[in-house]
């Protein structure tokens, strides 16, 4: 069965930098476009960032561009989410979904990211 384990989150300052990881089994991690989707208290799902299959094509929304970076290592069977100059509004849970186009994926148990000073 799909399995996804983030890890990465914690309690961070305003402008300060945290790395998020995915751990993946029970499918072929690198045949799978993955995503990152986060959850603030009181609102919906985010959408975060896309990467497809082999890494080389790279989606974010508008309000992360150019601080996060979604990355993966195939041979590891990880996604990551590097995420610098981190904002109070990045408060959330955040979730690897694996092939998040289809009908929403297989999302794992997700990662609490607070941004406080």
């Known amino acids: 069965q799909v399995q996804l384990v983030e890890s990465g989150g914690g309690l961070v300052q305003p402008g300060g930098s945290l790395r998020l990881s995915c751990a993946a089994s029970?499918?072929?991690?690198?045949?799978?476009?993955m995503s990152w989707v986060r959850q603030a208290p009181g609102r919906g799902h985010e959408w975060v960032s896309d990467i497809n299959s082999g890494g080389g094509n790279t989606y974010y929304a508008d309000s992360v561009k150019g601080r996060f970076t979604i990355s993966r290592d195939n041979a590891k069977n990880t996604l990551y989410l590097e995420m610098n100059s981190l904002k109070p509004e990045d408060t959330a849970v955040y979730y690897c979904?694996?092939?998040?186009?289809?009908?929403?994926?297989?999302w794992g148990q997700g990662t609490q990211v607070t941004v406080s000073s």
């Open positions: 979904v694996q092939d998040y186009g289809s009908h929403g994926g297989s």
């Open positions: 029970g499918f072929t991690f690198s045949s799978y476009a």
